[in-house]
């Protein structure tokens, strides 16, 4: 198995939805090329996290912090990227957000990438997210 070529990832934006306890967050990723063993591909994803025990008011969520198990244990973040026509799991560890600006909250999270999970060639990884969500 290869590394990930994680340097390749850019995170632009994050859109947050749903209700108080039940958000959902998707996070914008630039177009890149993905190469392994002959194959490469232009890769158009997102990072996709849904049933988030998380306020979506963003003035109940800056400053805050929040930790979360890790699937399948109760209270975890359903998440996962689409790459190599497979839906690789992400679990989301923590997030932190930041302080509101005038049209975005700043957000990082910490992420394990589960890469070995569908077998796409790629080991699994660990990945601190920084991109900002927008209002």
């Known amino acids: 198995m290869e590394c990930f070529p994680i340097q390749k990832i850019e995170f632009t934006k994050a859109k947050l939805q749903g209700v108080a306890g039940n958000a959902s967050i998707e996070i914008s990723v630039v177009h890149f090329e993905l190469s392994l063993d002959g194959y490469s591909e232009?890769?158009?994803?997102?990072?996709?996290?849904?049933?988030?025990?998380?306020?979506?008011?963003?003035?109940?969520?800056?400053?805050?912090?929040?930790?979360?198990?890790?699937?399948?244990?109760?209270?975890?973040?359903?998440?996962?990227?689409?790459?190599?026509?497979?839906?690789?799991?992400?679990?989301?560890?923590?997030?932190?957000?930041g302080e509101i600006q005038i049209d975005s909250l700043p957000i990082t999270l910490e992420t394990n990438w589960i890469l070995e999970y569908e077998r796409t060639g790629f080991k699994n990884l660990r990945k601190t997210v920084v991109t900002s969500v927008e209002l």
């Open 42 to 97: 232009t890769v158009d994803t997102f990072i996709r996290l849904d049933s988030v025990r998380i306020p979506v008011n963003p003035a109940d969520l800056k400053g805050k912090q929040f930790t979360f198990p890790i699937n399948p244990v109760y209270g975890y973040i359903e998440g996962s990227i689409y790459f190599f026509a497979a839906h690789n799991p992400v679990d989301v560890i923590k997030i932190v957000f």
